[in-house]
């Protein structure tokens, strides 16, 4: 028998999303307005405990909206972490500032708080403030926020949470996305629950959500005639999406569970192999576990991490490395970077293993047997 190809982390959906949509569909709310896309955002905001929530076309587009609420211009710098997707600083150079970026921790693979706190004091006391910081939730486990809002606060810059891979995380038992100014959260397809794209601002300061929302909306202003007084964008997230993404949501601690066992299952069957070693778990919250991952010691296990995905990938078993971070990226490559050791060392080492909620037993015994079968071969 043929074994079906195992995804990294496909989308997960069924009959009730395919119902919700097709309802909405039958509606005719098929344009970026509707009541789908009104009750999303209010359950959105419900589940991560803030006041307002603006559904946009991407993560992408809520990141660049929430430094414009900021007041990110040309010429400002903003902090960010080096170890994140490409998006979180193409954002910031889309208002024409400069990314500055921060190494991680070992201890929890985010933003190292005490690098945040000396470049504010170094900056400030330069009187070269950055304009905001970014902090952004890897693989579903949030940054050490305790610190960081201490630092922002101190030096009076404002600080955007990425939650883009965090929905359904907590830090002291508060909900990813409710730190700072304002969070985001995406909806692509490989995200915890999906839109089909998508993605969401959220925030609890009613300024901020009001110029989201009016930016999304090409800026238009309430007259019969169209009116704009300054440049807005194309960034609504369509109610049909919506309604796809309202079925997600009934879906949510499910999915986040089955992804949590998938991680745990892991951990047991390949622990004990030696040169691996998981993600951390910070002990300040719970992870979403959106994807598993794990350092490969080459000398120790035998292979390096290539070799694990080539071998996975023969077995048709998608896996990747960690993410290469923004300053060993040829488009970054003039940026300031402050540290650096840690988190290039979590990408030359690091691999995200299958995850999706979808898995079954039978897909987890594949992947583990394929990384064992890898183990202490020569190459």
């Given at each position: 028998?043929?074994?079906?190809?195992?995804?990294?982390?496909?989308?997960?959906?069924?009959?009730?999303?395919?119902?919700?949509?097709?309802?909405?569909?039958?509606?005719?709310?098929?344009?970026?307005?509707?009541?789908?896309?009104?009750?999303?955002?209010?359950?959105?905001?419900?589940?991560?405990?803030?006041?307002?929530?603006?559904?946009?076309?991407?993560?992408?587009?809520?990141?660049?909206?929430?430094?414009?609420?900021?007041?990110?211009?040309?010429?400002?710098?903003?902090?960010?972490?080096?170890?994140?997707?490409?998006?979180?600083?193409?954002?910031?150079?889309?208002?024409?500032?400069?990314?500055?970026?921060?190494?991680?921790?070992?201890e929890s693979w985010n933003v190292d708080p005490a690098l945040v706190t000396e470049e504010l004091r170094r900056r400030c006391a330069?009187?070269?403030?950055?304009?905001?910081?970014?902090?952004?939730?890897?693989?579903?486990?949030?940054?050490?926020?305790?610190?960081?809002?201490?630092?922002?606060?101190?030096?009076?810059?404002?600080?955007?949470?990425?939650?883009?891979?965090?929905?359904?995380?907590?830090?002291?038992?508060?909900?990813?996305?409710?730190?700072?100014?304002?969070?985001?959260?995406?909806?692509?397809?490989?995200?915890i629950i999906t839109t089909g794209g998508g993605g969401m601002l959220v925030t609890d300061d009613d300024g901020v959500a009001r110029?989201?929302?009016?930016?999304?909306?090409?800026?238009?202003?309430?007259?019969?005639?169209?009116?704009?007084?300054?440049?807005?964008?194309?960034?609504?997230?369509?109610?049909?999406?919506?309604?796809?993404?309202?079925?997600?949501?009934?879906?949510?601690?499910?999915?986040?569970?089955?992804?949590?066992?998938?991680?745990?299952?892991?951990?047991?069957?390949?622990?004990?192999?030696?040169?691996?070693?998981?993600?951390?778990?910070?002990?300040?919250?719970?992870?979403?576990?959106?994807?598993?991952?794990?350092?490969?010691?080459?000398?120790?296990?035998?292979?390096?991490?290539?070799?694990?995905?080539?071998?996975?990938?023969?077995?048709?078993?998608?896996?990747?490395?960690?993410?290469?971070?923004?300053?060993?990226?040829?488009?970054?490559?003039?940026?300031?970077?402050?540290?650096?050791?840690?988190?290039?060392?979590?990408?030359?080492?690091?691999?995200?293993?299958?995850?999706?909620?979808?898995?079954?037993?039978?897909?987890?015994?594949?992947?583990?047997?394929?990384?064992?079968a890898v183990a202490g071969t020569k190459g």
């Amino acid at each position: 028998m043929t074994e079906t190809r195992i995804w990294l982390s496909p989308p997960d959906v069924g009959e009730l999303e395919r119902k919700l949509l097709l309802e909405a569909f039958d509606s005719n709310w098929v344009a970026p307005v509707g009541p789908d896309l009104d009750a999303f955002e209010a359950q959105v905001a419900e589940i991560v405990g803030v006041r307002h929530a603006v559904a946009l076309s991407s993560g992408t587009a809520a990141l660049h909206l929430a430094l414009v609420a900021a007041g990110v211009r040309q010429g400002d710098t903003v902090l960010v972490p080096s170890f994140t997707f490409a998006a979180t600083a193409n954002a910031v150079m889309y208002l024409g500032a400069r990314p500055v970026f921060l190494d991680s921790t070992a201890e929890s693979w985010n933003v190292d708080p005490a690098l945040v706190t000396e470049e504010l004091r170094r900056r400030c006391a330069k009187g070269r403030p950055p304009r905001a910081v970014i902090a952004v939730d890897m693989y579903g486990q949030c940054a050490d926020y305790e610190p960081l809002i201490d630092a922002c606060d101190r030096y009076g810059v404002a600080l955007i949470e990425d939650a883009a891979e965090a929905l359904g995380a907590s830090y002291r038992k508060k909900s990813a996305g409710s730190f700072g100014l304002a969070g985001v959260l995406s909806f692509n397809g490989n995200k915890i629950i999906t839109t089909g794209g998508g993605g969401m601002l959220v925030t609890d300061d009613d300024g901020v959500a009001r110029k989201a929302r009016h930016l999304s909306t090409q800026a238009r202003e309430p007259f019969p005639h169209y009116e704009h007084r300054s440049v807005g964008y194309n960034y609504r997230l369509s109610n049909l999406l919506a309604a796809v993404g309202r079925g997600q949501l009934q879906r949510l601690d499910a999915m986040i569970a089955a992804r949590r066992e998938t991680g745990r299952y892991y951990r047991a069957e390949l622990g004990d192999l030696p040169g691996v070693t998981f993600m951390p778990i910070a002990g300040y919250g719970e992870a979403n576990s959106w994807l598993t991952c794990l350092l490969i010691d080459a000398e120790r296990f035998g292979a390096g991490r290539d070799q694990v995905i080539e071998r996975l990938a023969a077995h048709d078993i998608e896996a990747r490395p960690t993410w290469k971070p923004m300053h060993l990226q040829p488009v970054f490559r003039d940026c300031v970077m402050r540290g650096g050791d840690v988190c290039a060392d979590l990408f030359r080492r690091g691999l995200c293993l299958p995850s999706g909620s979808a898995l079954t037993e039978h897909d987890r015994e594949r992947v583990v047997a394929a990384v064992r079968a890898v183990a202490g071969t020569k190459g």
